[in-house]
């Protein structure tokens, strides 16, 4: 059966280099294709840029040419970034039809996928949400390696989560239907999928861990492994 995986993306931000970043997803999106099984349609939308032709990096641009690529011509995720790729997601569900795919992954394209293992647990699932909270594996330069715990409560890991494509409808209008509140009162979009998932009371399995990798800006460009 045909999946579909959503790739929210913003290639262009203040106070970070464009070419730098536009790398980084370049790199990103060409692991994703290594990986992801051939059931998948893969398309990616952005909140930064106008059209194709804003992206400078040659491989980024032809790698797009081989995937569905939407351009949102608006970023709210600007002082809450879960809201922006929220807002992603109602935007592409204005444009693919869910209801073509069996299942719908989300995913923040800026993550390293290291194995196809993940997606094999979306192909295998039987419930209606493949969700997690896993525990970070910080890999710092000076070697001095840490795990942070999951123990935030409350929330669900939204970097990687699957849901039914009904229920990624459901969702989406859930979604659309608490993005002001969410970002007046700051609350986040892993806190946004948790109140969903337990509000309905779905059934879910659980995903342990994501075997994805991340550059993380805000901790001196901290490698994770999660």
């Known amino acids: 059966m045909k999946n579909l995986i959503f790739c929210s993306a913003s290639f262009h931000i203040p106070h970070y280099s464009h070419t730098t970043r536009e ?61 922006g790729e929220l807002d992603e997601l109602i935007f ?32 295998n699932m039987k419930k209606d949400a493949l969700i997690s909270n896993p525990d970070f594996l910080h890999l710092s330069n000076n070697y001095n390696f840490k795990i942070s715990e999951s123990a935030t409560t409350n929330l669900y890991n939204d970097m990687f989560f699957c849901l039914s494509s009904a229920l990624m409808l459901e969702y989406t209008k859930y979604s659309q239907s608490k993005i002001n509140y969410n970002l007046q009162n700051r609350v986040g979009s892993e806190q946004n999928l948790y109140n969903f998932i337990n509000e309905k009371k779905i059934d879910y399995e659980w995903l342990h861990c994501l075997g994805l990798i991340r550059i993380d800006y805000k901790a001196n460009n901290e490698i994770q492994l999660i």
Do not use: A
Request: with cysteine; proline share 2%.
């Open 23 to 83: 790398n980084e997803y370049y790199y990103c999106l060409k692991q994703l294709k290594r990986m992801i099984p051939d059931n998948f349609t893969i398309v990616v939308c952005d909140n930064t840029v106008k059209d194709i032709n804003d992206i400078k990096n040659q491989g980024l641009k032809e790698l797009l040419k081989t995937v569905i690529f939407l351009c949102l011509d608006r970023n709210i995720g600007m002082q809450n970034i879960g809201m």
């Open 92 to 123: 592409t569900s204005q444009k693919i039809n869910f209801n073509d795919y069996h299942k719908v992954v989300y995913f923040t394209l800026r993550k390293i996928v290291t194995n196809p293992w993940i997606f094999e647990k979306v192909n």
